[in-house]
């Protein structure tokens, strides 16, 4: 099971991290995931890991979801 996944923005390029619970909370209030930095709507997944640090050991950047979740 895992439970962070890996988005990526293909208007900016910009890669970033959720968790799948947050993920799976939007989705059923109807929300979609955005890119956190300028709020595009044409995401991608790229990858999925079991945790945090697995992501860190692929991923040179990473931002947790604290941050994100302010763009709603
Ligand atoms: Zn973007």
Redesign the pocket.
């Known amino acids: 099971m895992k439970e962070y996944i890996i988005y990526k ?1 293909k ?4 890669e970033f991290i959720l968790p799948k619970q947050y993920v799976k909370a939007n989705e059923d209030k109807g929300n979609y995931i955005s ?1 956190p ?4 709507k ?2 991608t997944v790229v990858g999925a890991y079991d945790s945090i640090k697995e992501c860190m050991d692929h991923r040179t950047y990473v931002r947790e979801g604290r941050r994100i979740r302010q763009i709603k």
């Open positions: 923005c208007i900016c390029g910009c890119c930095y300028r709020g595009h044409n995401i």
